[in-house]
């Protein structure tokens, strides 16, 4: 195929994709068709783009990010939006033998074809599956070797606010907020091609950039030291801001996307519904990148988030709807949407669900709320730390006692379950902390025992490797070596066996410590460490957040052969505490926190000093909200539900089904949506 | 004391319909839960008074006959749903249809009445496109089936690998000429356990003759029902068919 001749055709592949599809697992994921999906003509749009979550369908269909930014782009008239999702590697054999791209599944077009080529990253271990769709897709791994015919290559989500270990194969990075970022990016797109693309591709980057609307990582050098520290990073172009800086979408209620979500064909990881009910977090965690990165909150209040549950299951026929946000029983009106909600929906078999791990009463009567008629079976909650002067140090503070009064209403309540969540390797942990864990499991299930009255407890022990990520104040720590974090889970996990008492009652379960080694090189890592992906990806790396395809010997290999000859290592990123004044590769990144305030709240945490929400008591200067012209918006505003319009009534009305989407309605959304 | 689910119990069966729909284009790559879920989502959308199962964890009742494989079309798929509020057939179809993707098609749909459906099916027409074949080879490799008296496949299924004879399935087996390049296979097949499928026959005809198209072949049901004497099918909703167009649910109740 002469990809030249083919680029711009947009001509559908799917005849000849078509053959190869009964020789894959699953062929159902490659063929598109979902409900709500879209189909434009090509020649209709000026602005073309592909999105993709480059992970495997069953786990990207369900992004709320992707479906909220397809939507936004395809209700322009003249924009154009296309999903794919990655390959897995029986199809990506069967591409390369019969020479056939990358291609979307709405229309089977190949991802070459398009103007811009947008992917979003929930997680560092997406990077090498970035690697195999720009290669099937016949676009050049590398930026700099891309000329006009090709795609502008733009990654987005959590992960790209350190798009560093990427910088060499992307062109561009929006951080934060999706919403008008694409808006913005089309306007430019639509602009510079009706002009007849002066300038090429470097003048359309940098027009991008001077609007702040992208981070070109090629419009900035980077120099290091002999040590192998970052020396500086420095534009090199004086028309750009020196220090791009994140998207924040006020006023979610305008927003309320997606409004139609695609309800899929093949099973999915989410066979659900999502509304985000607010986008920030300010508990002020300190471990959690999500809720660093998403600041200020901002709620969407209880009228739109009704009228998008509402209008979402009509334009799905989903029984189940994820009320989501970083910790929903924090919205200021979560009581009165329960109850309302559930008195909505409680003779439709409609189940609520609010993914909320908060370590409160309050929290175990919402659940019951949205449980009224249905299984009680298992209910989550994170203290994180095992000792009370570990949670201290990571600021979730959360004391032995509540825990116990929380899972005490919770049994006595009807719930089977309790899952508790926590992280091993947290700066300062010992292996006294960890071992608080058993103390803290032998309270919960006495507890459930006397609550319930009977002895048939359960409680699950969940763990997970912690990993320090990019803004936030625990960027300078050290991270725990697969090592140290696997000796003191399995001294824990002696330590509950050996206890007749609870040996039988308490489930155990961690991941493998050593992904998350590589996960902590990708999420802190600097521009060197591109090689080590691409490396990876030659020597056949695909699909790292999946164990089976996994392989930490291939990483480490890599990280020796490309890292060691520059003087540094996998354990010089991951294990080495960095200093005050190093120079972080992700410090030209603006994502509104004061790094001055970042270093406080680190060391704060070193003596084990605790910050309040800025929620309910003053604002602390976490620098998010004027750096941002940004503010915190919360309720509650005393509204209710608003009534809908005959759920239910009456049978199929005679002439057809409701049918989905007039754009008018607001309905569903999910989860933080960056690009 | 277990928690017991609160509210009345479900509301009864008042009628119940039968549904023939067709599975066609990329649609025939979904296995049988994926076209489940679609119906399961595409009644909630069209509305449809389902009657539900009780307990913590109410399913709507919905019958299933022996699904298309995966990987297949269809012209010819049934199932029969339990109702709690009569409703007019036809509107039942249109709505249905319109809240089904495009490719999941509803044809048809009959109050239910008289013998079960899986009684009135015991057999399938299949029409097999198969490019890359030509039209003389199939013929050779189908007669030299039929001379047999028993042909062994293997097929893996979820329990391992599995041994049966394809021969005593086969009722009829045509074949027809698309092109120079694209042969056509028009199968009766009776529904043996375990049911032999278009590709254990062709599985078949590689054992018999070492006939391997080169391009995958493209299965479609066209028909199922009761296998007469002459070969041909008994439409499975036939009996039921008269009363199509009475309100269901008021007849019955
Ligand atoms: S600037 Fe103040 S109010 Fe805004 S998020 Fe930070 S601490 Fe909270």
Redesign the interface.
């Known amino acids: 195929m002469c990809r030249r001749l083919a680029r711009m055709s947009g001509q559908s592949l799917f005849a000849r994709l078509e053959p190869l599809l009964p020789r894959v697992r699953r062929p159902v994921q490659y063929v598109g068709g979902e409900g709500n999906s879209i189909v434009k003509p090509w020649d209709a749009a000026v602005v073309r783009w592909a999105l993709m979550y480059p992970d495997a369908y069953e786990v990207g269909l369900p992004n709320q990010g992707l479906q909220i930014l397809y939507e936004i782009l395809n209700e322009q008239p003249d924009v154009l939006a296309e999903r794919t999702y990655s390959v897995w590697p029986d199809l990506e054999a069967l591409l390369r033998e019969h020479d056939l791209p990358q291609f979307t599944v709405d229309a089977h077009r190949a991802v070459g074809d398009f103007d811009l080529f947008g992917v979003s990253f929930s997680t560092e271990l997406g990077y090498t599956n970035l690697l195999t769709a720009l290669d099937l897709a016949g676009i050049p791994l590398h930026a700099d070797r891309r000329d006009d015919t090709h795609p502008l290559v733009i990654a987005g989500g959590h992960a790209a606010f350190n798009p560093e270990p990427i910088a060499a194969f992307v062109d561009a990075v929006v951080l934060g907020d999706g919403e008008q970022a694409v808006l913005g990016i089309s306007d430019v797109v639509r602009a510079w091609k009706s002009e007849g693309a002066p300038g090429g591709r470097t003048e359309l980057l940098a027009r991008l950039a001077r609007r702040q609307l992208v981070y070109v990582p090629a419009f900035f050098d980077v120099t290091y030291r002999a040590d192998a520290r970052i020396e500086a990073v420095r534009p090199n172009r004086s028309d750009i801001p020196a220090r791009p800086s994140k998207h924040t979408l006020s006023d979610l209620d305008s927003w309320p996307y997606p409004k139609a979500p695609l309800v899929p064909l093949a099973e999915t990881v989410h066979e659900r519904m999502s509304v985000e009910i607010f986008r920030g977090c300010t508990r002020g965690c300190r471990f959690c990148q999500a809720g660093m990165i998403t600041r200020p909150v901002r709620e969407r209040n209880i009228e739109t988030i009704g009228a998008m549950v509402d209008a979402g299951l009509r334009a799905t026929g989903f029984n189940e709807v994820g009320l989501l946000s970083l910790s929903s029983a924090d919205h200021t009106e979560i009581g009165t949407i329960a109850t309302e909600l559930a008195d909505r929906y409680e003779n439709d078999k409609v189940s609520l669900s609010l993914p909320s791990t908060r370590v409160d009463a309050f929290n175990v009567t919402l659940a019951n709320e949205f449980s009224r008629s249905g299984r009680r079976s298992g209910l989550t909650f994170a203290p994180e730390g095992g000792s009370e002067r570990l949670r201290r140090v990571i600021n979730k503070m959360v004391s032995a006692e509540d825990l116990v009064r929380t899972v005490s209403t919770a049994y006595a309540h009807g719930w089977r379950q309790v899952k508790l969540y926590f992280m091993c390797g947290l700066p300062t942990e010992t292996d006294e902390d960890v071992l608080e864990i058993a103390d803290l499991a032998r309270q919960v299930i006495r507890a459930g025992r006397k609550a319930s009255g009977h002895r048939d407890i359960r409680a699950t022990v969940s763990i997970g490797g912690f990993v320090p990520k990019a803004h936030t104040p625990f960027q300078w720590a050290a991270q725990a070596s697969p090592e140290v974090i696997d000796a003191r889970l399995k001294l824990l996990r002696d330590t509950v066996r050996a206890d007749k008492e609870i040996a039988r009652a308490v489930g155990f379960r961690y991941h493998d410590g050593r992904p998350g080694a590589i996960e902590g090189l990708l999420a802190r890592g600097d521009r060197r460490v591109g090689t080590v992906i691409e490396r990876v990806w030659r020597e056949g790396g695909r699909f790292d957040g999946w164990t089976e395809h996994f392989s930490f010997e291939r990483w480490e290999r890599a990280c020796a052969a490309e890292l060691e000859p520059l003087g540094a290592s996998l354990d010089w990123f991951t294990t080495r505490e960095r200093e005050e004044r190093e120079v972080l590769p992700w410090d030209h990144l603006d994502a509104g926190l004061d790094r001055d305030w970042l270093w406080a709240d680190w060391q704060e945490a070193l003596r084990g000093v605790e910050l309040d929400d800025c929620r309910w008591t003053p604002c602390y200067d976490c620098g998010v909200c004027p750096t941002m012209g940004t503010d915190t918006q919360i309720g509650p505003t005393g509204r209710s539900l608003l009534p809908v319009i005959g759920v239910s009534a009456g049978g199929p009305a005679a002439g057809g089904g409701p049918k989905p989407v007039d754009g008018s309605d607001p309905s569903p959304v999910g989860s933080a949506a960056p690009a | 004391m277990?928690?017991q689910?609160?509210?009345p119990p479900p509301p009864p069966v008042v009628a119940r319909v039968r549904v023939r729909f067709a599975k066609r284009g990329?649609?025939r790559?979904?296995?049988h839960?994926?076209v489940a879920?679609?119906f399961?989502?595409?009644?909630?959308?069209?509305?449809?008074?389902m009657a539900?199962s009780a307990g913590?964890?109410?399913h709507p009742r919905i019958s299933w006959v022996g699904a298309a494989p995966?990987?297949a079309a269809s012209e010819a798929e049934y199932v029969e749903f339990a109702?709690s509020?009569?409703?007019?057939p036809?509107?039942?179809r249109?709505?249905?249809d319109?809240?089904l993707?495009?490719?999941l098609d509803v044809l048809r749909v009959v109050p239910a009445g008289g013998a079960p459906l899986a009684e009135r099916i015991d057999a399938s027409r299949w029409q097999v496109r198969l490019?890359g074949v030509a039209e003389p080879v199939l013929r050779d490799a189908v007669a030299e089936l039929l001379r047999r008296d028993g042909v062994e496949v293997e097929r893996a299924t979820k329990d391992g690998r599995r041994r049966f004879d394809v021969r005593p399935a086969v009722i009829l087996a045509d074949c027809r000429a698309e092109n120079d390049t694209c042969a056509i296979l028009e199968l009766v097949a009776r529904h043996t356990t375990p049911a032999v499928r278009p590709d254990d026959v062709l599985t078949a005809l590689d054992v018999v003759a070492g006939l391997r198209p080169s391009?995958?072949p493209e299965p479609t049901r066209l028909e199922q029902g009761r296998l007469l004497e002459d070969g041909t099918l008994a439409d499975p909703l036939a009996p039921d068919r008269n009363d199509a167009g009475r309100l269901v649910g008021k007849s019955s109740a």
């Not at chain 2, 509020?85 to 007019?88: N, Q, S």
């Open positions: 277990p928690r689910p609160e509210g990329r649609l790559f979904l296995s839960r994926d879920r679609a399961e989502r595409g009644l909630r959308r069209a509305q449809v008074p539900y913590f964890n109410p995966t990987g109702l509020a009569p409703v007019e036809e509107s039942l249109s709505a249905l319109a809240s993707p495009p490719g490019p391009a995958p």
